[in-house]
Every structure is written in structure tokens, then in C-alpha cells.
């Protein structure tokens, strides 16, 4: 037993299955996750006052050394997903956090986006975080405050010029698959974003805003932005501006310049 005693408190930070509960051990770790970063598409990116809340059922992998935990936010807050859990040491440590997390993600720095935004659902879980906080201790009630960063950029492009009763179809933005041990993947591909029709009109016309979630980049004249068909055209749009992590960029289509 003494031996098992010094091994635990080598550990500067430990993940054991123990009788004790997550709620009742006064060495658990408790997430306190906070948004960091500019823009407001977290976690409900169309409903006005709610921009910075994250949603029931969400999920923030923590990790510390070889150590994984996946907390999912549920009506008693951020708890652990299964019966492990990690705990405070005596040493200092330092913990990595990544949104959106499942239940067997455990490698940070790495994200896929998937092609489809159109529910306000896939918007918010495009938004990738990460966080990192070194040299963490125990406080009194065992929290640990995640700073979560956005890694990604928000844009929206509004359409005008239309005419009659034509429509935008097919709309699509073109980014970077995702990142690899935090790097922008070189491999692009189309999202379908999340379309808002203006108020009285149809989706495609006059007023209709386009929202996507984007892996940041540096401004290229040569690649292509936006693709989408009108009056049975297809047109792709050339040059992507700069797009930082963590700022929204909003940007009108003028349809009648682009034909």
C-alpha cells in the first residue's frame, strides 16, 4: 500500500476508476470552458443574445500528459462521460482542451471539417477551439478555466442585384479541410453554408445571407471562394481576402457584376 501510495503521488496529475464520484471528490478537476475570441457563433450562431453559450450535449476533451477526458455539458454542468476522471496532483501540470469533442477524441491540434453548415447545429460544431493552460495548480474548488480559443474564421455574404423571381442555387465556399497538429490542411474542399432568406422572400433571392465556418488563410487571388449557379449559369468567384482565427467578415454579392 505504500508503495502504491507514492506511485499515485508521483502523478502530478491522475486518472484512476475510483469509488469516489466526480461530484464528491474534492480533487476532481472541474472545467470551467469560456470563449476567448472575437466574433459570436458559439454555440448558436442565429439566435440573437445567445451567440456565446454552449448548448446541452456538448463535449471538451482535456488532456493531460497520456491522459483523456471527454466532459459533456448536461443540466449539472460539465461532467466527465464515463466513470474516469482526472485529479489534481501537488505538481504543477499543464492541460489541453479541444471543442467539439466526442467520446473518443483524443488528439489535439487535429480537426475535419464536414461539408455541410446547414443546420444552425453543424455551424456551431465547426467552430473549433483549443485551449492550453500551463503550469496549472489546484484551486479551492477544484476548477480548472479553459480560455477556449476559435481556430476558425466566420464568413457571411449577402446577395443583391437579382432580378424577378431568379434564384441563387447551389451556393457553396471553398476552404481547407481541416488542420493536422494545428496546421491548415493544403487540401480544400465546398461547404454548404447556412442560408437565411430575407424576410418575405424565397431562399436564393435578394437578401439571402450565406454563413460559413472557415479554416483561416492568407489572401490568394488564385483560389476559388464561392461557386453557385444562377439562371442556370454556373459561377465561380476568384480570390480569397485574408481570414483571420477568431474575426467574421461580411461581404455583399452583387449578382449583376458577376455575370
Known sequence: MAVLAAMLAFYSCEKE?????????????RIVP??????????????????????????????????????KLTSKGWVPTDNYYLRWGKAPVTYSAFYPATEKSTTFGNFELQSSQRTADRLAAADYMTCTVEDAVKTS???LRLKMERQMAKVSFTLSGIEG?????????????????GQPN???????????????????????TYTAIVV????????VFVTFNYNGKDITLTGVPELKKGFRYDMDINISGTI
Open 216 to 223: 483561416p488563410s492568407a489572401a490568394d487571388d488564385s483560389k
Open 141 to 143: 474548488d477544484g476548477s
Open 17 to 29: 476508476k475510483v469509488q469516489l464520484s466526480h461530484d464528491s471528490d474534492e480533487r476532481a478537476v
Open 34 to 71: 469560456e470563449i476567448a475570441s472575437p466574433y459570436t457563433t458559439k454555440s448558436n450562431p442565429v439566435t440573437q443574445g445567445k451567440e456565446t453559450e454552449f448548448n446541452d450535449g456538448d463535449m471538451i476533451a482535456l488532456l493531460c500528459g497520456n491522459r483523456h477526458v471527454t466532459f
Open 165 to 181: 423571381s431568379a434564384r441563387v442555387q447551389g451556393f457553396r465556399v471553398w476552404t481547407s479541410t481541416g488542420f493536422t497538429e
Open 186 to 208: 493544403s487540401d480544400r474542399m465546398y461547404i454548404s453554408p447556412y442560408i437565411a432568406a430575407a424576410e418575405g422572400a424565397v431562399s436564393g433571392q435578394n437578401g439571402t
